[in-house]
């Protein structure tokens, strides 16, 4: 069976300050792995997405993920944290050859400190 | 162009009442799903359905029964609704699995109250 565990269900950084926020999945078999964001009172959007290409992935709004295939992670970051980062943001993993099923993790709240 | 979109985004209806949620994707894709989101962000999926055909139906209420007219659309209907069904539902749509990393698109979510 497939998990998604994302550490820290809260998350403060400084505005400036990275922003590091951990996912880690189970699979036998490498995943694709997606990052989203959820602004309040908005759907989910696509931040990056990892598809057996490069193991580092840059996405919008100056994210970048990197598969690590020995540590089953595919933890987020973003060097300078702006206000505008305040969210929820959901890692998802999605199965190879298992159809179109995606499982997300719980999610975890970024709050940017002024 | 909104991808996928749903409607209504904001329903407070009473316990007891029937209620449906609709949702249209324009994004060709033959994959369509319902998640529904609790108070603490926590999504789950409640059903998938690929070009018409149910897929994926976790275990929900029977009070909860989806339609999909084609594969452009996918309904929620909810029958009796109760206080605990207040969250938050987003349909999203994705591509069959064929190149790789199919994305799943979400819509913008209808939130739900029940008094």
């Known amino acids: 069976a497939q998990s998604v565990t994302q550490l820290g269900s809260h998350v403060s950084v400084s505005e400036g300050a990275l922003v590091l926020l951990r996912c880690n999945y189970s699979?036998?078999?490498?995943?694709?792995l997606f990052w989203y964001v959820q602004y309040p009172n908005q759907g989910l959007q696509l931040l990056l997405k990892?598809?057996?290409?490069?193991?580092l992935v840059k996405g919008i709004n100056g994210f970048e993920a990197e598969f690590k295939k020995s540590e089953t992670s595919f933890h987020l970051t973003k060097p300078s944290a702006h206000m505008s980062d305040a969210a929820e943001y959901f890692c998802?993993?999605?199965?190879?050859?298992?159809?179109?099923?995606?499982?997300f993790g719980t999610g975890t709240s970024l709050t940017v400190i002024p | 162009d909104t991808a996928v979109s749903q409607t209504p985004k904001y329903l407070v209806t009473q316990m007891g009442n029937d209620k449906s949620i609709k949702c249209e994707q324009n994004?060709?894709?033959?994959?369509m799903y319902w998640y529904k989101q609790d108070s603490k962000k926590f999504l789950k999926i409640m059903f998938s359905?690929?070009?018409?055909?149910?897929?994926i139906n976790e275990t929900v209420p029977n009070r909860f029964s989806p339609k999909s007219p084609d594969k452009a659309h996918l309904n929620l209907h909810i029958n009796s609704l109760e206080l605990g069904d207040s969250a938050v539902y987003f349909c999203?749509?994705?591509?069959?699995?064929?190149?790789?990393?199919?994305?799943?698109?979400f819509g913008e979510g209808s939130w739900l109250t029940v008094v």
């Open positions: 999203a749509s994705s591509q069959e699995a064929g190149s790789s990393g199919n994305t799943i698109y």
């Open positions: 699979s036998s078999v490498p995943p694709y």
């Open positions: 990892y598809t057996s290409a490069a193991t």
């Open positions: 998802a993993v999605k199965p190879p050859n298992t159809g179109n099923q995606f499982y």
């Open positions: 994004l060709g894709h033959d994959t």
């Open positions: 359905y690929n070009n018409k055909e149910l897929i």
